[in-house]
């Protein structure tokens, strides 16, 4: 498979690509400078989880944060997905809370919650939001086309444009028919939350750093085969802080995991917390009109892939085990937005006739964007995380 990186100038200074790795020692004297200050702020400061509290409270959701040691990459979506699934198995109602990253709505520090969507209709996405910025204003319903006018946001499909107002991760989540609210303040997130949908519980997606809330469980995900990365904090490394931040977690879930072995020399910082393995699989492929299609489905011809996300490996490792050869990847940054000229440059340097493949992730920001005629699917994929009846009295259930 030829790999095809499009990463941009400055991607490329952080990974230290080429004449970039020049600034390598830049890089160390900052991520020293970065560790002294969390090491002074003490991580993420006072304020932080409240740890396994156990049940439900009259009137209060269990809230539950979902987040990385490492900057992205994490698997924090799937696990996030599969946990709001356990919930609901177990009679329970989640809604996720998440910041936007990237999202018109966090820049602009307004508080949304996007209406799920059915498979093969774009329908102009509904939108709840607070009237100003206040968590005691009244909720408006409006759309995400009306949003998009006032927020001067100009794309080429309405799906674009869903997207570009909410965030990528956020239009999985709305997919999968699980009720997310967006805003970067958490505390005033979850407020909007209880208001609209009155859950039993809030999954706060990527908030291990953040200490606006207190939380009843705090999961922190690790990478099974590298928990710490290179072992360097940001920006010489992936690190957001220390490995002694892992003493904080009240779970520990280690992602791709393809044994149950703790690699890394992480044991020391878990010590005896509740440790967990997940393992991605792909559980779907997804067509263009919204509907499953079988794996096999491209048949014999050449498969093009691309993504935009902080992992491209995992993607592609993924993508063969589903028993398709792509001749090609193409590689965009994480949370790439992509470009009629990203996609004439795919078709252009792809084999003639190739069907393509890329993420859910990347799908909403790209799929509108090549010509009808091209076969895309999505490759839905999901977490499975082991023990699950373990997992149930730390999230509130059988208490």
Known sequence: MKIVERYPAGLRAFHGKGAWSLLYPLKSFLSFSYGLYMSRAGGRGPGGGAGIQGGFREGRPFVISIGNLEAGGGGKTPVTLALASTIRDNGGSAVVVTRGYGGFAAKEGIPVSVGPSGPGVETDCPVVCLGSRGAADAPQHTSCSVLAEQWGIREESLRIAMTRIVGDEAMIYRSRMVPVVIDGDRARGVAFARRLYSPTHVLLDDAFQNNSIAKDLDILLLDAEEPLGNGR??????LRENPGAIARADVVIFTRAASREIRGGVGKYIGNKPVFFSSHRPAALIGRDGMEVPFSIPGDRQVAIYSGIAR????????????????VSFRFGDHHWYRREDVDFMLANSPGGA?????????NKSADLFPAGIDLFALRVEADIGDKEGLLPLVGFGK
Do not use: H, N, R, Y
């Open 355 to 363: 069907a393509f493949a890329t993420t859910e992730k990347d799908w």
């Open 312 to 327: 491209p490996g995992s993607f592609e490792g993924t993508v063969i085990s589903t028993g398709m050869q792509p001749a």
């Open 233 to 238: 904090l940001l920006p010489a490394g992936t």
